[in-house]
Nanobody
Framework: QVQLVESGGGLVQAGDSLRLSCVASGHTFSNYAMAWFRQAPGQERGYVATISRNGMSTLYSPSVKDRFTISRDNAKNTVYLQMNNLKPEDTAVYYC?????????????????WGEGTQVTVSS
């Protein structure tokens, strides 16, 4: 059974940084494209960033590009989201997702596995 467990969320001030981690188990991590999505209260879940199985291809939401960086360590079965210069509008629950085909996509419905999420709150 595939499991994704996120960590690293918290309460920070605007301008601060956080690094989220997602540890995967139960599958061959290096075969999976991985992504981060987020959902704020009253809003739909939206993509943040995605990374191909070898880490060579990444895509970002325009709202986080140049502030957030997605990366992965296949030896540790872990995907990261480095978030810099955080803004109050980044406040959301952040979810890790995995896609067995290994090809990056921005569509939430194309991901097979999801973590339970980690809360990120940015105060102004």
């Amino acid at each position: 059974q595939v499991q994704l467990v996120e960590s690293g969320g918290g309460l920070v001030q605007a301008g601060d940084s956080l690094r989220l981690s997602c540890v995967a188990s139960g599958h061959t991590f290096s075969n999976y494209a991985m992504a981060w999505f987020r959902q704020a209260p009253g809003q739909e879940r939206g993509y943040v960033a995605t990374i191909s199985r070898n880490g060579m291809s990444t895509l970002y939401s325009p709202s986080v590009k140049d502030r957030f960086t997605i990366s992965r360590d296949n030896a540790k079965n872990t995907v990261y989201l480095q978030m810099n210069n955080l803004k109050p509008e980044d406040t959301a629950v952040y979810y890790c997702a995995g896609r067995s085909t290994g090809i990056v996509t921005l569509q939430a419905g194309m991901y097979d596995y999801w973590g339970e999420g980690t809360q990120v709150t940015v105060s102004s």
